[in-house]
């Protein structure tokens, strides 16, 4: 069956490619790499005192304490992301209907 995406399946998608571009071997993001990935579309992660707000993010993201991230608590990250943005997520999704 031939059928478009629905933006859901879109932006699963790209969640997942950005993902894998940054994996290691053992399909993981280490420490460095999830870093680098927070830092390039928002490379002002300090707080006021110099510290980096990245490092405070990986630790309570990397769920088992394993030091590196696997996808499960990636995707954890990114939906605790979208449910802080709800209404915004919202509004793109009714956009992005009538456009069809």
Same mark, same amino acid.
């Not at 995406?5 to 420490?31: C, H, N, P, R, T």
């Given at each position: ?7 859901? !399946? &879109?932006?699963?998608?790209?969640? /997942? ?6 994996? =290691?071997? %053992?399909? $993981?993001?280490?420490? *460095?790499? /999830?870093?680098?990935?927070?830092? +390039? ?5 300090? $707080?006021?005192? =110099?510290? %980096? &707000?990245? +490092? +405070? &993010?990986? *630790? ?8 590196? &991230? !696997? /996808?499960? !608590? ?5 939906? =605790?992301?979208?449910?802080?943005s709800f209404e915004t997520l919202q509004k793109l999704m009714k956009?992005?209907?009538? @456009? @069809?």
């Open positions: 069956m031939n059928r478009d995406l629905s933006g859901l !399946e &879109i932006a699963l998608g790209a969640m /997942f490619g950005v993902y894998m571009s940054k994996q =290691g071997e %053992d399909g $993981k993001l280490s420490k *460095q790499a /999830f870093l680098e990935l927070l830092n +390039e579309p928002l490379p002002s992660f300090k $707080k006021g005192d =110099g510290r %980096d &707000i990245g +490092e +405070e &993010i990986f *630790q309570g993201v990397d769920l088992n304490q394993d030091g590196s &991230i !696997e /996808f499960k !608590e990636f995707a954890l990250m990114m939906a =605790g992301c979208a449910a802080g956009e992005m209907n009538k @456009k @069809k």
